[in-house]
């Protein structure tokens, strides 16, 4: 399998990067309590931040709603996965625990103010290109509507788009019956690259503690465009 950026994603962003995570051999189930009580403390924890301070005044929810407008997609109308969180969580709506893969996966988001997806290996067609979406790019998504892609940065295979740091599809959602997964980080464009392979090595250190399994990690950049495994 083959990862890649589009260059014409680097054309309107030259700083943007694309964590990638690959495990292998990872066993999903219902989240051990320990995971269950971080993400509650810090769900509870943003929501008496965010008594005093807007959401868009999160510094990571304000790089991606800038590059966002970069893209050509309206942050308003199609929010980064993140900022959604967040504000569910400043109306006290939070994040009710899935399984352990998809709780990690929310925890890291709004621990580090970034999206994140993660997704079902097995489920993916040939390689994969970081693109933007046109305006036929659809999926049905893991919020039960089908989504429009157009201007939106998406993750695309043979068949088609599978994810976005909007939201993902259905058709490579990760399951208690997933054993090998691809996770994304939308990092940061601020972010240099040492600082990314650092985040995705203490995201990956987690997630096999939780999960078992194998792990490695790489950081694609305007440098390095591509990666295979």
Known sequence: MIVTLDDSLLQIEPAFKLGIIHYTKIVVSSSPQMLKGRLQLFQEQLFFEMENKAV??????????????????????????????????????YITPMHSAVDLN????????????????????????AILGNEETTYLGLNGRENKLHNILTLQDTDGAFGSPFVDSVRTAVTEETTNAIQVVFLRPSMDIGEGQKLLQSIGTMFV?????????????????????
């Open 106 to 129: 929310n925890f890291f988001s709004m621990r580090y103010e970034i999206p994140l997806g993660i997704y079902d290996l097995d489920k993916i067609q040939g390689d994969i290109t």
């Open 56 to 93: 868009s005044e999160f510094e990571g929810i304000k790089e991606w709603r800038a590059l966002w407008k970069k893209f050509g997609a309206d942050p308003n109308r199609y929010r980064p996965s993140m900022e959604a969180m967040y504000r569910r969580i400043a109306k006290q709506n």
């Open 209 to 229: 503690q939780i999960h078992g399994g194998d792990v490695s990690s790489a950081v694609l950049s305007n440098g390095d465009k591509e990666w295979k495994n």
